[in-house]
Nanobody, 124 residues
Framework: QVNLVESGGGSVQSGGSVRLSCAAS????????LAWFRQAPGKEREWVAF???????RFAESVKGRFAISRDNGATVTYLQMNSVQSQDTAMYYC??????????????????WGQGTQVTVSS
């Protein structure tokens, strides 16, 4: 069982930056995929980005060029750096993990472990 805890959310002005963290309760695995999703009020949860244990990343078109993923050397904390945020980025952000594979997916059903989320609110 891997517990994930997101943090770093809050209020940020449009055009600003914020960094979210996803801390795992233990070393995830030699191979894994970690993804970020977000859910705005009244909308479906949507995929934002993912990175596998080999460092391969992919981003949704809506955030490409503005968001980045990084992780600490121990791979227990992964970060989502959000730059040039826009009002459309306002949402609850979740990290999710699938262990024992480097294959990733944009489908939320693919992921086994989820955090509780951290709220990001972008104000103009």
């Amino acid at each position: 069982q891997v517990n994930l805890v997101e943090s770093g959310g809050g209020s940020v002005q449009s055009g600003g930056s914020v960094r979210l963290s996803c801390a795992a309760s233990e070393w995830i695995a030699h191979n894994y995929c970690l993804a970020w999703f977000r859910q705005a009020p009244g909308k479906e949860r949507e995929w934002v980005a993912f990175q596998n244990s080999e460092g391969e990343s992919r981003f949704a078109e809506s955030v490409k060029g503005r968001f980045a993923i990084s992780r600490d050397n121990g791979a227990t904390v992964t970060y989502l750096q959000m730059n040039s945020v826009q009002s459309q980025d306002t949402a609850m952000y979740y990290c999710a993990v699938r262990r024992y594979t480097n294959e990733c997916s944009t489908d939320r059903a693919y992921f086994t472990y989820w955090g509780q989320g951290t709220q990001v609110t972008v104000s103009s």
